[in-house]
């Protein structure tokens, strides 16, 4: 006979049929109790010298229930089964911390035991293997397609096909609370193109559907600056999340009752579908988590609503998601890089023109697949075609007028503000800029232009006049004429040059100058 457990009313039963005159037989007939058992406590009851079971009082029959203690768990066929593979159990619960349902799979996959998996829990407790067990906080129950409960925790190592090394994995799980139907993405990266790569990874998976609100955790890529009450999210998820239509709502630190759903999702996928995986890399990974969340997670029997994720899903959550538009989201880049006195600031290793009134000032600049944009408290000053690495984009109208010529190496721009200050000095550049390389003599022009604000552009101008009449294009020349005041005289006419004469009337041929060859030279 197995074992029965005897309760306090079994007693009282007892000892009131005792007192009534039944015999053992019919006492133990009456209650399904062995007559050993029924005239044991009989017996205790003597013992006691009780004349009546209205004598037995609570505590009375509390020592007696105490007196009954339960036998120890006999060994059955299963624990002979599974003490054969003790040490391999041993290792997979209390080495590997793995979920006893993936015990239980694993023991029929690779060792081909199948037992039940309550002779499995009851082997496990008897052997002590399991840690205590900790309260826990039960929510109420969200609408359909509401919450989505983010977690991000390490998986393991994965082969990485660029590098063909294993690496660190990280697992994205993401769990709706109504259905528990869930997707896990994984990357080697905490970072937030691999977030965002994730949620549109899930939006995918979840039929093209968004749910209205995210609960995130607290890792450092998506939370800035992590606070109960007012956390500072990174821009980018921020923008993302506005596109996409949800709301981010980071869970307190340390507060695990804040994503219940979630909070063991990752200790879950690590044991029920890492540990005792093969993967060849990350993509195979990916491909085996996803049919995982689909074909294992979301068929099976849920431990709270007793019904299948997947098909609660189907049946009511997903209808209940906001539209997906399905096209890749373009991840943008911020940075706060600062002008440079060249007016130029430096994003992603490529050179952007910023207009010059900010020069030394940091600005907020936002890039894009196409498009690097700068903002100066939150007012766009600039945009950009994007460049790759090395590149330049530079706007001459970023330049201070009186630098953007020489900036863009355009005589031109020289000769033409020479004109303005007096035509002599257009004339004096424009013969000083003529040639092939008219920039190499572009300090010389802009030298030129500023001594007409030490000297005053009408001294310059006769300078140039007369550097203009003796043919002498040099500045550092015409500053000495104006430094000595010879700009002041009046230009003189050149001097005649005398005529050449006429040639010579007696002069001789050239052949006359010949010598002969003496004699026993050779010619």
């Excluded at 003597?46 to 203690?69: F, N």
């Excluded at 990974?285 to 019904?307: I, K, M």
């Excluded at 201070?400 to 355009?410: H, I, S």
Aim: charged share 25%; aromatic share 10%; with cysteine.
């Amino acid at each position: 006979m197995g074992y029965r457990e005897v309760r306090e009313v079994d007693i009282h039963e007892v000892l009131r049929r005792w007192e009534a005159g039944d015999s053992r037989r019919q006492i133990a007939a009456a209650t399904g109790l062995s007559r050993v058992t029924v005239a044991k406590y009989i017996k205790l009851a003597e013992q006691a010298q009780l004349r009546s079971a209205s004598q037995a009082d609570d505590r009375l029959v509390a020592a007696l229930h105490g007196q009954r203690q339960p036998r120890g768990r006999k060994r059955g066929p299963t624990d002979d089964l599974l003490s054969k593979h003790e040490e391999q159990l041993q290792l997979w619960v209390c080495h590997d911390h793995m979920q006893l349902t993936r015990v239980h799979e694993l023991l029929q996959q690779q060792f081909r035991v199948r037992v039940n998996y309550k002779a499995l829990y009851r082997y496990v407790v008897a052997k002590e293997w399991l840690p205590a067990h900790r309260g826990t906080v039960r929510m109420a129950d969200s609408k359909p397609g509401e919450v989505l409960e983010v977690d991000f925790g390490y998986l393991g190592r994965v082969l990485d096909p660029v590098t063909e090394r294993l690496r660190k994995t990280w697992a994205f799980c993401m769990v709706l609370p109504f259905s528990r139907h869930m997707f896990v993405f994984l990357t080697f990266t905490q970072d937030i193109p691999a977030a965002i790569a994730a949620f549109e990874a899930a939006w995918a998976f979840f039929g093209g559907g968004v749910v209205r609100r995210v609960v995130l955790d607290n890792f450092s890529a998506a939370v800035d600056k992590a606070d109960n009450y007012d956390p500072v999210l990174n821009r980018v998820l921020a923008e993302y999340s506005q596109q996409r239509g949800f709301i981010l709502d980071t869970a307190r630190v340390r507060h695990p009752r804040d994503k219940p759903h979630t909070e063991r999702s990752v200790i879950f996928v690590r044991n029920r579908f890492y540990k005792g995986g093969t993967f060849r890399d990350i993509v195979d990974g990916q491909q085996q988590a996803t049919r995982w969340c689909r074909e294992v997670a979301g068929q099976r029997l849920h431990g709270t609503t007793r019904q299948q994720p997947l098909a609660v899903f189907e049946a009511i959550e997903q209808g209940a998601l906001l539209p997906w538009d399905g096209q890749p989201y373009d991840v943008p880049v911020w940075a706060k890089p600062k002008v440079a006195n060249d007016y130029h600031i430096q994003f992603a290793k490529a050179l952007y023109s910023i207009p010059y009134r900010y020069r030394g000032r940091r600005v907020d600049v936002r890039g894009d697949r196409q498009l690097v944009r700068a903002y100066v408290d939150g007012q766009l000053i600039k945009v950009h075609p994007r460049k790759g690495p090395g590149g330049r984009s530079t706007d001459e109208n970023d330049y201070p007028p009186e630098k953007v010529g020489y900036a863009l190496r355009a005589p031109d721009r020289c000769i033409q503000k020479g004109q303005e200050q007096g035509p002599a000095i257009g004339d004096f550049l424009t013969k000083l800029l003529a040639g092939d390389f008219p920039w190499a003599r572009l300090r010389q022009a802009y030298k030129c232009l500023r001594l007409a604000d030490k000297y005053g552009a009408e001294r310059v101008n006769a300078a140039c006049e007369r550097a203009v009449a003796y043919d002498l294009l040099n500045v550092r020349r015409l500053e000495a004429m104006l430094t000595r005041g010879l700009d002041q005289q009046a230009v003189e006419p050149p001097h005649a040059l005398p005529a050449a004469p006429p040639p010579g009337r007696f002069a001789l041929p050239g052949s006359a100058f010949s010598q002969p060859p003496l004699l026993g030279e050779r010619s």
